[in-house]
């Protein structure tokens, strides 16, 4: 399983862009990326996924550069409700790819 | 259409006693999933079951802990001898199948104390 690196935490004020990158350095051919969202007292609730280049859904984008060796989520005018932990995660799309790695996520305080 | 449904959300047990702990997947979900998480910490795979079977519970520790996930009822992560350490948050996830690209749908958690 590919290894995810992401900063602990992180700071914003309301209605700013707010980017969290995860490096995944030995990131396989067959890997894809999720991030996470886990609210306190919450399971995590999935967010986006992607391959490569970039993917938009109602909730974020994600950037995933050439080579693959790292990601960006990228949160469009966040909220106070967006204070969360985010988690990167990487990992195949094999039937045997089920055991889903958390790290310790980066821990976003939106600050009003 | 329900999401992951956990019960009880806060479970207190002293040491010693049994904890039992619930699930039930989404509908049309087949696969269940255990994680246990501690404070500040991410979420640890414990156990992957199927209706009547138990695929994978590589991640369950060997002893006092046991997973269930019968014919008819909800799956059930169940403690015995509860100490101290096991107080967390344990998850229970479902998915329509397997795969890192499905859909993974958590619940909220059951929050266990050991008194």
């Known amino acids: 399983l590919a290894k995810t690196t992401q900063p602990i935490s992180m700071d914003s004020y309301e209605g700013q862009e707010v980017n969290i990158t995860c490096s995944h350095n030995n990131i396989a051919t067959n890997d894809y990326i999720t991030w996470y969202q886990q609210f306190p007292s919450q399971g995590p609730r999935f967010i986006i996924q992607?391959?490569?280049t970039k993917v938009t859904n109602e909730v974020a984008s994600l950037f995933i550069p050439a080579d693959r060796k790292s990601s960006t989520l990228s949160l469009p005018r966040v909220s106070l409700s967006d204070t969360a932990v985010y988690y990167c995660l990487v990992g195949d799309s094999g039937a045997g790819s089920y055991q889903l790695t958390f790290g310790k996520g980066t821990k976003l305080s939106v600050i009003p | 259409n329900a999401g992951v449904m956990q019960n009880p959300r806060h479970l207190v047990r002293r040491r010693g006693q049994e904890a039992r702990l619930r699930c039930s997947p989404m509908?049309?979900?087949?696969?269940v999933y255990w994680y246990r998480q501690l404070p500040e910490e991410g979420l640890k795979f414990m156990v992957y079951?199927?209706?009547?079977?138990?695929?994978?519970e590589s991640g369950m520790p060997k002893e006092r802990f046991s997973a269930e996930f019968p014919k008819e009822g909800p799956s059930i992560l169940r403690i015995q001898q509860v100490v101290r350490g096991d107080s967390a948050a344990y998850f229970c996830?479902?998915?329509?199948?397997?795969?890192?690209?499905?859909?993974?749908?958590f619940g909220s958690g059951t929050r266990l104390t050991v008194v």
């Open positions: 996830a479902s998915s329509p199948g397997t795969g890192f690209d499905v859909g993974y749908t």
């Open positions: 079951l199927q209706k009547e079977n138990i695929i994978d």
């Open positions: 992607g391959y490569k």
């Open positions: 509908k049309g979900h087949s696969h």
